[in-house]
C-alpha cells in the first residue's frame, strides 16, 4: 500500500515537478487531509538520488505552498469558525474534541503553536484554520506560520535530500538495520503522537468543559 502511494506520488512529481509539491503542500496546509508532507520528502529524496530537481526549488515550492496554504485555512477559520466546523469537520477528521485542544492550546502558547505545530502531525493540518478560529492577528499569524513553513520545508527538505544522495550506501546489511531502526523509531513516535493527543484531549475538556460555543 504504501509502495502504491509512494508510485503515485512519483508520479505526479514527474509530471508536474515542483507544481505538484506547491499544490500537495498547500492543500494539506489548508486543513484538507493531503499527503504534503510526504510529497516534499518524495521529492527532495529524488533530488538527492537523481538530481533531476534542484533541491532549493523544492524546498521554495514546498516554503510557498505552507505559507500560502496556511494563510488560506487562516481565513476561513477567521470567517467561517464553528459553522465550517460544524459542517466539513467530519469529512476531514477534525472534530469538536479537536478543536477543544486547538483552543487549550492557543491560550496557553499564542503563536508558538503556529510555528511548532508545522512540526506536529495533529496540528500541522489545523494549525492555521485554528489562529483564524481563535481571532490571533493576522501580522502576528504571518510572522509565526512564514518562519515555521521556511525552518519546515528546509529541514525535511535537507533531510530527504541527503538521505536520497546517500541511498545507495544504504544497500545491504547496514541498509536492513537502518530501515528497522527507522521502522522502530517511526513507530514509536505514532505511540507517542496517539498518546500526547489523548492527554491534550482531556486537559482541554477540563480547561473548557461544556459547549464549544461558550468559548
Not at 531502526?181 to 484531549?201: D, H, K, S
Amino acid at each position: 500500500m504504501f509502495h502504491v502511494a509512494t508510485t503515485t506520488l512519483q508520479q505526479f512529481l514527474a509530471t508536474y515537478g515542483y507544481l505538484a509539491v506547491f499544490i500537495f503542500v498547500a492543500i494539506e496546509s489548508i486543513g484538507i487531509p493531503f499527503p504534503g508532507e510526504t510529497m516534499l520528502l518524495v521529492a527532495a529524496i529524488d533530488a538527492g538520488k537523481t538530481h533531476q530537481l534542484s533541491i532549493v526549488l523544492v524546498i521554495v515550492a514546498a516554503a510557498c505552498g505552507a505559507i500560502i496554504g496556511d494563510n488560506i485555512g487562516f481565513f476561513v477559520g477567521r470567517e467561517g469558525g464553528y459553522r465550517v466546523l460544524r459542517r466539513y469537520g467530519r469529512y476531514i477528521g477534525f472534530n469538536e474534541r479537536r478543536l477543544k485542544v486547538g483552543i487549550y492550546m492557543f491560550r496557553r502558547h499564542g503563536g508558538k503553536v503556529v510555528f511548532f505545530g508545522r512540526f506536529v502531525a495533529v496540528l500541522r493540518a489545523w494549525a492555521a484554520f485554528l489562529a483564524g478560529v481563535n481571532r490571533m492577528l493576522w501580522g502576528r499569524f504571518l510572522l509565526f506560520n512564514t518562519l515555521g513553513g521556511i525552518v519546515w520545508a528546509t529541514l525535511y527538505g535537507m533531510g530527504g535530500y541527503l538521505l536520497g544522495k546517500n541511498i545507495d550506501r544504504l544497500v545491504g546489511p547496514v541498509g536492513t538495520v537502518t530501515i528497522v531502526l527507522a521502522a522502530i523509531i517511526i513507530i514509536a513516535t505514532l505511540i507517542f503522537v496517539w498518546r500526547n493527543e489523548r492527554q491534550l484531549e482531556e486537559r482541554a475538556e477540563k480547561a473548557l468543559p461544556g459547549p464549544i460555543e461558550r468559548y
